[in-house]
């Protein structure tokens, strides 16, 4: 739902909906009657008051954890205290906990999953911003803007496997390393291209391209070792820097072969085998991987 039809829904809460029009008949309704009608005036703090006292295990008092965390999310559209998003979407889940337990459904739930979707749906394009401006030290806050997003969904849809989306922005994550790295050639971001692509892998290990591309990085590490050697590198240092970048080119090795394994005819995880093989000194394998690339080239 757009964020334009969940603003409607919210004026339609302050305006007292069917649902909170019945008489009050406990301490809870009474309490929940004077939250709606102190957030309608934007006395979100004293709205809050009027409801926490009643925040406990009890499944009977559902609505009041609905009614905080819809007043949490209000206060939040107008502060922007990310604070109060957090805290609205952990209370609005769990009246959807402890209303389940009560195995009946009650006129408020559909408000509460709106308020928990939008507030899910906030998180996740924050976590989308975070990632296009990305920037050293960003990365805890992009994975916990995720967490948020994932909790929400969570309890709308419990069992949904988010291991696509999640996989998606630790790709990302790695193509933003990329590119401070390229910029910075600071050893966290190549450290972090791998973290990322690694990261994504376990969760979704059948993608060739993520085995591709982080084949790459590591390989294209090693030629940039090589290329630190000067006219006035000591022997000392020479061997020291064949060393790494072998080392370098042996770990895309297997990158590049679970590539392959997903995609046997694509061509430039045929060519990038042919390269590393080269480098490695295999010239066997060279050949054959070179020879492979161009029939796939000729397809």
């Given at each position: 739902m757009g964020r334009h039809a969940l603003k409607w829904v919210a004026l339609c809460l302050w305006m007292v909906p069917a649902w909170s029009l019945a008489?009050?008949?406990?301490?809870?309704?009474?309490?929940?009657?004077?939250a709606i009608l102190l957030g309608k005036a934007g006395e979100f703090a004293r709205g809050l008051e009027a409801v926490e006292v009643h925040l406990d295990e009890d499944s009977r008092h559902a609505e009041a954890w609905f009614m905080s965390g819809f007043l949490l999310k209000e206060w939040y559209k107008q502060s922007y205290n990310c604070a109060h998003r957090q805290e609205a979407m952990q209370r609005l889940a769990k009246s959807l906990d402890l209303q389940s337990a009560q195995g009946r459904p009650a006129d408020w739930l559909p408000q509460a999953r709106r308020a928990l979707g939008y507030l899910g749906d906030d998180c996740y394009d924050d976590a989308v911003a975070a990632v296009n401006t990305f920037q050293t030290g960003d990365e805890a806050k992009v994975l916990a803007l995720v967490d948020q997003y994932a909790m929400a969904v969570q309890a709308l849809k419990p069992g949904t496997d988010l291991s696509?989306?999640?996989?998606?922005?630790?790709?990302?994550?790695?193509?933003?390393?990329?590119?401070?790295?390229a910029a910075t050639s600071e050893e966290v971001h190549f450290e972090g291209i791998q973290a990322n692509y690694r990261e994504a892998l376990a969760l979704t290990p059948d993608d060739p391209t993520a085995w591709y591309n982080l084949a790459v990085h590591v390989y294209n590490?090693?030629?940039?070792?090589?290329?630190?050697?000067?006219?006035?590198?000591?022997?000392?240092?020479?061997?020291?820097?064949?060393?790494?970048?072998?080392?370098?080119?042996?770990?895309?090795?297997?990158?590049?072969e679970?590539?392959?394994?997903?995609?046997?005819?694509?061509?430039?995880?045929?060519?990038?085998?042919?390269?590393?093989?080269?480098?490695?000194?295999?010239?066997?394998?060279?050949?054959r991987y070179h020879a492979a690339w161009k029939n796939a080239r000729g397809r």
């Open positions: 008489q009050p008949g406990t301490d809870v309704d009474r309490d929940v009657q004077r696509a989306e999640r996989a998606a922005f630790h790709k990302n994550m790695a193509h933003a390393h990329a590119t401070l790295y590490r090693g030629v940039g070792v090589m290329k630190e050697l000067g006219l006035e590198t000591s022997l000392g240092e020479i061997i020291e820097k064949q060393q790494a970048s072998r080392g370098h080119f042996s770990e895309a090795l297997p990158a590049f679970s590539a392959l394994e997903l995609q046997p005819d694509r061509a430039e995880i045929l060519l990038g085998l042919a390269t590393v093989h080269h480098a490695l000194h295999n010239q066997a394998e060279r050949d």
